[in-house]
C-alpha cells in the first residue's frame, strides 16, 4: 500500500528554520515526482517545490527560491525540504505528494501534474 507520511512542521519565529520529512513506502512506480505543497487559511493550495526520481532535478516556486531546499535520501526513502529564512508568509499545512511522470518528457510546469497520492499533512508556523 502506497503511504506518505510527514513530519517536522512546528512553530519558529521569523528567520528561523525548519526540516519537513516525508516518508513513503509502497511504490511501484518506476518514475515520479515527490512534490511539497502547502495550503494557507483561506488560501488555494500551491506548489512548493519537487523532485524528480527520473534525474534528480529540483524545482522551486519562486518565493521559496534560495531558501528552500528540497533533497531525498534513497535508503530511507525520504524526501526532506530545509526551509531556511522562514516568512510569517510561509504558514501552511504542508503536504508532500507524488506524481507518476514519463522519463522521456521533460518537466514543465511541475505543480499542475496530476498528483494521486497525498500524505496528511504537517503545520508549520512562522510566527513572533
Known amino acids: 500500500q502506497l503511504q506518505l507520511v510527514e513530519s517536522g512542521g512546528g512553530l519558529v519565529q521569523p528567520g528561523g528554520s525548519l526540516r519537513l520529512s516525508c516518508a513513503h513506502s509502497?511504490?511501484?512506480?518506476?518514475?515520479?515526482?515527490i512534490g511539497w505543497f502547502r495550503q494557507a487559511p483561506g488560501k488555494e493550495r500551491e506548489g512548493v517545490s519537487c523532485?524528480?526520481?527520473?534525474?534528480?532535478?529540483?524545482y522551486y516556486r519562486d518565493s521559496v527560491k534560495g531558501r528552500f531546499t528540497i533533497s531525498r535520501d534513497n535508503a530511507k526513502n525520504t524526501v526532506y525540504l530545509q526551509m531556511t529564512s522562514l516568512k510569517p508568509e510561509d504558514t501552511a499545512v504542508y503536504y508532500c505528494?507524488?506524481?507518476?511522470?514519463?522519463?522521456?518528457?521533460?518537466?514543465?510546469?511541475?505543480?499542475?501534474?496530476?498528483?494521486?497520492?497525498w500524505g496528511q499533512g504537517t503545520q508549520v508556523t512562522v510566527s513572533s
Open positions: 505528494a507524488v506524481a507518476s511522470i514519463n522519463p522521456d518528457r521533460p518537466i514543465t510546469s511541475w505543480w499542475t501534474y496530476i498528483y494521486d497520492w
Open positions: 509502497g511504490f511501484t512506480l518506476d518514475y515520479y515526482l
Open positions: 523532485i524528480s526520481t527520473s534525474d534528480g532535478s529540483t
